[in-house]
C-alpha cells in the first residue's frame, strides 16, 4: 500500500481493507520519510513542520492505527526506518534529525510497551543509499559520502531490504528494541 502518512483516515481505510482481505497485520514498515533540508537560520517554520508530519507523525499514525490488530494477535513486528542523521546528526538537517532521533525513541519506548504482548519493534539506520533522494544531491557531496565511507560506495536499496526483511522475519524472534546501523562504517 501507498499512503500519505499525515492523513490517518486513509491509514485507517488501508488497515480495514487488509484486515478484511487477510484477517491480521503481521509486519509494519515504516519507512515513509522526506528532506527539506536548510540550515537552521534559514529553516522555515513550513518545512520543518512537513518533515516532522511526514517522517515522526507518520510513524505514530501507522503504528497506532495497525498496533491493535497486532495485540489482538498477540504477535507483530514492526520495523521503523531511522538514519545514521538521527544517531549523529548532519549540517542543515535540524528537521530531519530531529525527526529521526524521535524514531529511536519511538522504538525503544513501543518495544517495551509491546515486547510481552508478542510484538517486536525495531529500527535501521541506514547510512547513505542510492535511492533518488540521495542521487539528486550534488556530484561533490556524493564523492565526499563515499569517500567518508570505509566500503567506498553508497548502499542499495536491496542491502537495506535484506536487513529490515530479517528484522520483520521470525529469524529475528528475540531481536527486540534495536537499533542497526546499516552504513557501510561510514561513523566509524
Given at each position: 500500500?501507498?499512503?500519505?502518512?499525515?492523513?490517518r483516515?486513509?491509514?485507517q481505510?488501508?488497515v480495514?481493507d487488509?484486515?478484511?482481505?487477510?484477517?491480521?497485520?503481521?509486519i509494519l514498515?515504516n519507512?515513509?520519510?522526506?528532506?527539506q533540508?536548510?540550515?537552521?537560520?534559514k529553516?522555515?517554520?513550513e518545512?520543518?513542520?512537513?518533515?516532522?508530519d511526514v517522517?515522526?507523525k507518520g510513524?505514530?499514525n501507522c503504528?497506532q492505527?495497525?498496533v491493535?490488530?497486532?495485540?489482538?494477535a498477540?504477535?507483530?513486528?514492526?520495523?521503523n526506518?531511522?538514519s545514521?542523521v538521527g544517531?549523529?546528526?548532519n549540517?542543515?538537517?535540524?528537521n530531519?534529525?530531529a525527526?529521526k532521533?524521535?524514531?529511536?525513541?519511538?522504538?525503544?519506548t513501543?518495544?517495551?510497551?509491546?515486547g510481552?504482548?508478542?510484538?517486536?519493534?525495531?529500527?535501521?539506520c541506514?547510512?547513505?543509499?542510492?535511492?533518488?533522494?540521495?542521487?539528486?544531491?550534488?556530484?561533490?557531496?556524493?564523492?565526499?559520502?563515499e569517500?567518508r565511507?570505509w566500503?567506498?560506495r553508497l548502499?542499495?536499496?536491496?542491502e537495506?531490504?535484506?536487513?529490515?526483511?530479517?528484522?520483520?522475519?521470525?529469524?529475528?524472534?528475540y531481536?527486540?528494541?534495536?537499533?542497526?546501523?546499516?552504513s557501510?562504517g561510514?561513523?566509524?
Open positions: 500500500y501507498v499512503l500519505n502518512v499525515t492523513d483516515a486513509s491509514i481505510r488501508a480495514d487488509i484486515i478484511a482481505k487477510h484477517q491480521r497485520i503481521d514498515i519507512n515513509a520519510g522526506i528532506t533540508d536548510a540550515r537552521l537560520v529553516m522555515t517554520e518545512q520543518f513542520d512537513a518533515v516532522i517522517n515522526l510513524v505514530f503504528t492505527l495497525v491493535p490488530h497486532m495485540l489482538e498477540k504477535k507483530g513486528a514492526i520495523v526506518a531511522s545514521v544517531i549523529y546528526g549540517f542543515g538537517q535540524t530531519y534529525s525527526t532521533f524521535g524514531v529511536i525513541g519511538f522504538t525503544k513501543w518495544a517495551r510497551e509491546f510481552q504482548k508478542g510484538i517486536r519493534v525495531n529500527a535501521v541506514p547510512g547513505f543509499i542510492a535511492t533518488e533522494m540521495v542521487k539528486a544531491m550534488p556530484e561533490n557531496i556524493l564523492q565526499s559520502i569517500q565511507s566500503m567506498a548502499g542499495t536499496p536491496e537495506m531490504a535484506n536487513v529490515y526483511l530479517f528484522l520483520a522475519s521470525d529469524e529475528a524472534s531481536v527486540n528494541g534495536v537499533t542497526i546501523e546499516a557501510g561510514i561513523s566509524l
